[in-house]
């Protein structure tokens, strides 16, 4: 029931939504009516509008629901994930997200950097998992995206690295250069397992 819309959103364990998300669940027929309805309460402090098309139910929502909302298809990788799971030491406030276009945003002092890879890698959700109302690499799928955008990148350390999992995931890239690379890590580890 159109009425009923903002009651099943704010119910809603997800933080963020977009427009077309309400459109859809507020069974609305005309945009403009949903618009002015949204518009509304955000001017009543129920909503928060965080930029054109996003809204959050409330000024805690989570960074890592609306950044992969700003462009879909995408997924949070990279430093992000590498960060996260010990693989590099350097910390970074900025959100990484793999996505089909380069692009930096600053949304509410929170800055995303999206990274362009190729549609064939972006819509294959090996090594992705869906979180409740976002998706993220595994500490093996930002690894490999991120040897796939960077020639020469340095990883602190590749010990929480599956390199079982990372084998079966790097056909998706078809990328003789990776491969080279993804053996190289593998011989090195072997030596210094060997030496441990």
Request: overall charge positive.
């Amino acid at each position: 029931m159109v009425e009923n819309f903002i009651v099943d959103i704010l119910k809603s364990k997800a933080t963020i939504f977009s427009f077309q998300e309400a459109f859809l669940s507020s069974g609305e027929k005309k945009p403009h009516l949903l618009m002015r309805r949204l518009n509304y309460y955000v001017k009543k402090g129920i909503l928060h509008k965080i930029r054109r098309g996003l809204y959050a139910k409330d000024k805690n929502y989570n960074k890592l629901e609306l950044v992969t909302k700003i462009f879909t298809p995408s997924y949070i990788s990279f430093e992000t994930v590498l960060a996260q799971e010990g693989i590099i030491f350097q910390h970074y406030t900025t959100i990484f997200v793999a996505t089909y276009q380069t692009r930096e945003i600053v949304c509410d002092n929170q800055r995303y950097s999206f990274r362009k890879i190729k549609d064939a890698i972006l819509t294959n959700i090996g090594g992705v998992e869906n979180k409740e109302h976002y998706f993220i690499a595994s500490k093996e799928r930002a690894f490999l995206d991120t040897l796939y955008l960077n020639k020469d990148y340095h990883f602190d350390n590749l010990l929480p690295l599956d390199f079982d999992k990372i084998l079966k995931l790097l056909p998706l890239y078809n990328n003789k250069r990776m491969e080279k690379q993804v053996k190289c890590y593998v011989k090195e580890l072997n030596i210094s397992e060997k030496k441990k």
